[in-house]
C-alpha cells in the first residue's frame, strides 16, 4: 500500500537537500530520459509540447541504469523541445539550467569551424538566445586555444558576439559532469557551476558585446543548436528553472547520486499515470511543492531515490 505525502516546498532547510530532496520551487520542465524523451514535471498552467526525436537513442545513465539517458551520435542525431516563454530569460528575468553530459568523445567530428559544438542550446538564425558548447580536445593552429573548454553564452537575438562563462578543465570520454548555467538579469550574471562548484561569472551585460537578452522563437535542442555541429555522447536530467537558484540549491542538484538507491522489485518510481505494481495509479501533478512516497515505511523522491526521515 502506497501513501503520497505533499509538503509545501517554501523554506526547505538545507538538511533536506543534503537528503537529496529536489528543489522544486521555479521548476518549468523536466526530462529524466528514463525511457521517454518528454518533459515529466507536468503544471496546468504551463503547456510544453511533445519533443521531437531525430535519431536519438536511450543509453545508459550515470547509475549503470539501463534506457536512463539520451545518446547522440554526433552525426545528425538531435532532440527538439518546442519553443516556450518559460525557456527565455526574460520570461521571469532569470532562468537557471541543470543538466548532465558525458562526451563519447573528445574531438567532435561535426564541429563548428571554431573547434567547438553546441551541445545544447536555443537558438536558429535571428533567433538566438542562449546556448551550451564544448571545444575539441585537438584544435588546429587556426581555431581558438581552447581544449576541452565547456561554456555557456546568451547571445542577441540577430547573433553576433556573446556574454558568457566558461570552465577549461581536462575532460575524460565518457566522465559524467554536472553542468549549470544559471542566467541573472537583476544581477547581471551568468554563472557557470560545473559539478556543484562555481567555475566562472560573467556580466550578462556589457558595453563590449551589448548583449540584451530577448524572448525568441526557436526551439531546444539537444545534440546540436542550429544543426552546424553536433554532439557524440549521452545528456541526461535536463531541468529548467524560472528563477536563480542559489548555490545550496545547485550542490544539492549534483549531490542526488548520493541518495540513489538499488532498482529492485520494491522500488517505487512514480511516472505520471502509471499503474504499478498493485493496481495503483500514481499521478504527479503539482507546483510549489515536493512529493514523496511512502513504501514500506522506506520514502523516496520523484525518481526512487530515498529521502532521510
Known amino acids: 500500500m502506497c501513501k503520497?505525502?505533499?509538503?509545501?516546498?517554501?523554506g526547505i532547510s538545507a538538511s533536506l537537500f543534503a537528503s537529496g530532496v529536489l528543489p522544486l520551487d521555479g521548476l518549468v520542465a523536466y526530462y529524466p530520459f528514463n525511457g521517454s524523451f518528454e518533459n515529466e514535471f507536468v503544471q496546468d498552467s504551463i503547456k510544453i509540447l511533445a519533443t521531437e526525436n531525430y535519431g536519438a537513442k536511450f543509453a545508459l545513465d550515470r547509475f549503470e541504469k539501463e534506457n536512463a539517458a539520451a545518446y547522440f551520435d554526433g552525426n545528425g542525431s538531435y532532440l527538439e523541445i518546442p519553443d516556450n516563454d518559460v525557456f527565455?530569460?526574460?520570461?521571469?528575468?532569470?532562468?537557471?539550467?541543470?543538466?548532465?553530459?558525458?562526451?563519447?568523445?573528445?574531438?567532435?567530428?561535426?564541429?563548428?569551424?571554431?573547434?567547438?559544438?553546441?551541445?545544447?542550446?536555443?537558438?536558429?538564425p535571428h533567433q538566438h538566445e542562449w546556448v551550451f558548447r564544448m571545444y575539441n580536445?585537438?584544435?588546429?593552429?587556426?581555431?581558438?586555444?581552447r581544449p576541452n573548454r565547456m561554456s555557456a553564452y546568451a547571445f542577441n537575438l540577430e547573433g553576433g558576439?556573446?556574454?558568457?562563462?566558461?570552465?577549461?578543465?581536462?575532460?575524460?570520454?565518457?566522465?559524467?559532469?554536472?553542468?549549470?548555467?544559471?542566467?541573472?538579469?537583476?544581477?547581471?550574471?551568468?554563472?557557470?557551476?560545473k559539478n556543484g562548484i562555481e567555475k566562472d561569472r560573467d556580466s550578462l551585460y556589457d558595453a563590449t558585446y551589448g548583449v540584451q537578452v530577448q524572448n525568441g522563437e526557436a526551439p531546444i535542442r539537444l545534440g546540436t543548436r542550429s544543426?552546424?555541429?553536433?554532439?557524440?555522447?549521452?545528456?541526461?536530467?535536463?531541468?529548467?528553472?524560472?528563477?536563480?537558484?542559489?548555490?545550496?540549491?545547485?550542490?544539492?542538484?549534483?549531490?542526488?547520486?548520493?541518495s540513489l538507491v538499488e532498482e529492485d522489485?520494491?522500488?517505487?518510481?512514480?511516472?505520471k499515470n502509471k499503474k504499478e505494481k498493485n493496481g495503483t495509479v500514481v499521478e504527479r501533478k503539482l507546483e510549489n511543492f515536493k512529493i514523496e512516497v511512502l513504501k514500506n515505511d522506506n520514502r523516496y523522491d520523484l525518481k526512487g531515490r530515498t529521502i532521510s526521515h
Do not use: C
Open 161 to 193: 558576439l556573446g556574454s558568457g562563462s566558461y570552465v577549461q578543465e581536462s575532460l575524460e570520454v565518457n566522465e559524467w559532469i554536472h553542468f549549470v548555467a544559471r542566467y541573472d538579469v537583476k544581477e547581471n550574471s551568468i554563472t557557470l557551476f
Open 265 to 271: 522489485s520494491t522500488t517505487l518510481f512514480i511516472v
Open 4 to 10: 503520497i505525502f505533499l509538503s509545501a516546498f517554501l
Open 227 to 258: 544543426g552546424w555541429s553536433f554532439f557524440q555522447g549521452r545528456i541526461d536530467d535536463l531541468k529548467i528553472y524560472n528563477r536563480a537558484l542559489t548555490e545550496e540549491e545547485i550542490l544539492a542538484l549534483y549531490n542526488e547520486k548520493e
Open 88 to 124: 527565455s530569460i526574460v520570461e521571469k528575468g532569470a532562468l537557471t539550467i541543470s543538466v548532465w553530459v558525458s562526451p563519447e568523445v573528445l574531438t567532435f567530428e561535426k564541429a563548428e569551424s571554431g573547434g567547438y559544438v553546441h551541445w545544447m542550446g536555443k537558438g536558429i
Open 137 to 145: 580536445k585537438d584544435l588546429t593552429a587556426e581555431q581558438e586555444n
